[in-house]
């Protein structure tokens, strides 16, 4: 993992700042940084971001026309030696922040099929991490299936292939997580296994 690589992109996108799936972000993130690893965070709930306007300029460039807060967190999903983000269940999918987010990484899909070029570089892509948070209040984990293939499709597209979920149902009023037996230590866990690198350099 080459120096500029090596953090992780925290993307917390629940509008509740110290709601569940943020607190499991923030112990990700603390593992990472007990590892050694920067932590580079943004909170999209409180950003400008869009959503995609399928303009299909993009198609054109590889580059998005809407000039929001997304150019910010833009060069970091192509960057972030690992990339993880908390979305909560809202109606059944992730919440409309994320979803925002991911549709804007429409760029990077297009870069790849209609431009022909590959967004990360292939040895970057072959080491890099993700992680998928997520809760829901019903006691129903089954809810989490069909976040499945939109997440498959986001790490995907940003060339992830290594990234795993951690998901917790029936967790609803903002830290009940804390309840939870394990969850917030198997996050912290994830974070500091990224600490490999740092033992790589
Ligand atoms: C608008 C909205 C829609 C929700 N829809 C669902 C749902 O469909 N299924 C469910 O189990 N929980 C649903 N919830 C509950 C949240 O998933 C739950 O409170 C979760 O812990 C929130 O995570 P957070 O604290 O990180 O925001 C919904 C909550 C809100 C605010």
Redesign the pocket.
Known sequence: MREKSRYLLALYT???R???????LDSASEGALEANIDVVSFHTARMDIRPCRACESCSRDGECIQKDDMQEIYPHLLQAGAVAL????????I?AQAKALIDRCQRFWAMRYVLGREPVEAELAAERRGLFI???????PE?FECTRPTLAYFFHIIGIKNWVSQT??????????RGVAGALSTAREWGESLGIWASKA
């Open positions: 629940s509008p509740r110290r709601g569940n799936t943020s607190l499991l908390a979305a909560p269940i809202f109606s059944m999918n919440c997520s809760c829901c209040g019903r006691n129903a809810t917790y149902a029936g967790v609803d009023k903002a830290g009940e997580i």
